[in-house]
């Protein structure tokens, strides 16, 4: 009875030191995002984030230490099939990220098939919803949600006529057609409506073609390297209209490019740390560890880090049925707010606030 009653506690210490081990685990994220080519800053700034909230995370302890493995995407769908295919195969517990779209659809299969969770945080294309196996979560708002933000505003702004410009890209030809779609059957009049190649250098064409149209507003929705140049060339050729861009060109870096013509352009974001009550503590360890503030998409990236180590810890480990089971009932409270998910894995509210251009920054919109 004595040796059946130590060999059963043997056994029970046995047992738990085996369930410690799997749930204390050193355990390897993936972060998919674009740290060469245009878009390069709010790559980083994703990184950056995704950084911040591992090292609070290993140092808050619980068991599991956090480790991340970058792969850049380049916002290229090529570049990002392959960053995709190598993380899926370094023994990651799960990505996080997602910035372009159209590089952001196809590393859905790699990561579905892999059976990997995949929190993406700034990607928002509508196409990305029947592209989704399954395993992937969008905790930034969709472009359905940002049309309907754009339709309220411009209601209230009584604009009538609209001139759209898209590069033809899975986010910005997504976003211009929706938009395209809403404005009209809400009775306005979509009075142009242009695709221009990405990297332009000279819009004197579409400017001629916008001034010719006279829309009361123009909305701009590709990203800002080549946003802040369109809008420059708008002004300086006369355009008087209201400007109005989508979340691809919140940056300082829009501001810049366009100089003063920046000034009265309206945006609609994502929640942006300066906007968000809850982020000080964030925004001032971000600025203290990288020397930066941290751009547009930092605080959603960091969120879904740590709704990501949230769901891990909810499943009791890194099985990635459990995990993507805890993800699907998650009710999550971020900086950027509360995350919960539709049936198809989109955020259940929508997140978008509109922003002015002032003074060479931005601002909340009044």
């Known amino acids: 009875m004595k040796l059946t009653m130590t060999s059963a506690l043997a056994g029970l210490t046995l047992a738990l ?52 493995v970058v792969g850049d995407d380049g916002c290229d769908p090529q570049q990002a099939v392959n960053a995709a295919t190598k993380l ?49 979560f969008m905790i930034n708002s969709t472009g359905n949600d940002q049309v309907a933000k754009a339709i309220d505003v411009w209601k209230a702004k009584g604009v009538k006529s609209l001139a759209i410009v898209n590069e033809g890209d899975a986010y910005s030809q997504d976003l211009a057609t929706l938009a395209q ?69 919140t940056s300082t870096n829009l501001l810049k490019l366009a100089g003063d013509a920046s000034e009265g352009v309206f945006a609609f974001s994502s929640p942006t740390a300066e906007f968000l009550p809850d982020a000080k503590a964030f925004a001032d360890a971000y600025q203290a560890k990288f020397n930066v503030a941290p751009s547009s998409y930092g605080p959603l990236t960091y969120d879904g880090m740590k709704l990501l180590a949230d769901a891990i810890s909810k499943a009791g480990g890194t099985d990635s049925a459990k995990v993507i089971d805890a993800l699907s009932k998650e009710d999550y409270k971020g900086l950027a707010g509360e995350i919960s998910f539709r049936p198809d894995h989109t955020l259940a509210r929508s997140n978008f606030i509109v922003i002015e251009a002032k003074g060479g920054a931005w601002a909340l919109a009044q």
């Open 17 to 68: 030191a085996l369930s410690t081990a799997t749930f204390a685990a050193d355990i390897k994220i993936g972060v998919l995002v674009p740290t060469t080519g245009g878009q390069a800053s709010y790559g980083q700034d994703m990184a950056n984030a995704v950084q911040l909230a591992m090292d609070e995370l290993n140092k808050a302890g619980g068991g599991n230490t956090y480790s991340m």
């Open 88 to 136: 899926a195969s370094s023994g990651i517990a799960g990505v996080v990220g997602g910035y372009c779209s159209g590089a952001t659809i196809p590393t859905l299969k790699i990561f579905g098939d892999a059976k990997l969770p995949f929190i993406i945080t700034a990607a928002n294309s509508t196409k990305l919803i029947p592209a989704n196996p399954g395993n992937a």
């Open 181 to 249: 779609k809403s404005f009209t059957e809400g009775g306005g009049t979509v009075a142009d409506f242009e695709t221009v190649n990405h990297g332009e250098q000279d819009f004197s064409s579409v400017v001629t073609k916008i001034k010719a149209a006279n829309p009361d507003a123009v909305f701009w929705t590709a990203y800002d390297d080549d946003g802040g140049p369109f809008i420059k060339q708008l002004r300086e050729g006369g355009y008087q209209g209201a400007i109005y861009v989508g979340d691809g060109s």
